[in-house]
């Protein structure tokens, strides 16, 4: 990549916007798998059960507030 291109304001916002969707990504992936292995313990019909759906639904939820919790804490160390 050319040297002065990084110094373009709309290529660096580009490339932070496409870090943090690569970041989103993530974490959905992850809490879709983690989420999936605690929740569902049987194949799924062709729609969740009550108790399926409130463990993924606390699930997500726990999952999203830790993770919020240690971006926190993170920012505060720098």
């Known amino acids: 990549m050319d040297p002065s ?10 490339i ?5 969707r690569a970041m989103v990504n993530e974490m959905v992936g992850k809490l879709t798998n983690v989420c999936w292995d605690k929740c569902i313990t ?3 019909g062709s729609k969740f059960s009550s ?3 409130a463990c993924l639904t606390n699930c997500a939820r726990r999952y999203l507030d830790m ?8 920012q505060g160390m720098q």
């Open 51 to 53: 108790s399926e759906s």
């Open 5 to 14: 291109a990084m110094n373009n304001p709309e290529l660096l916002n580009f």
């Open 67 to 74: 993770s919020m919790i240690i971006m926190k804490r993170f």
């Open 16 to 20: 932070n916007q496409e870090k943090e």
């Open 42 to 44: 049987s194949t799924p």
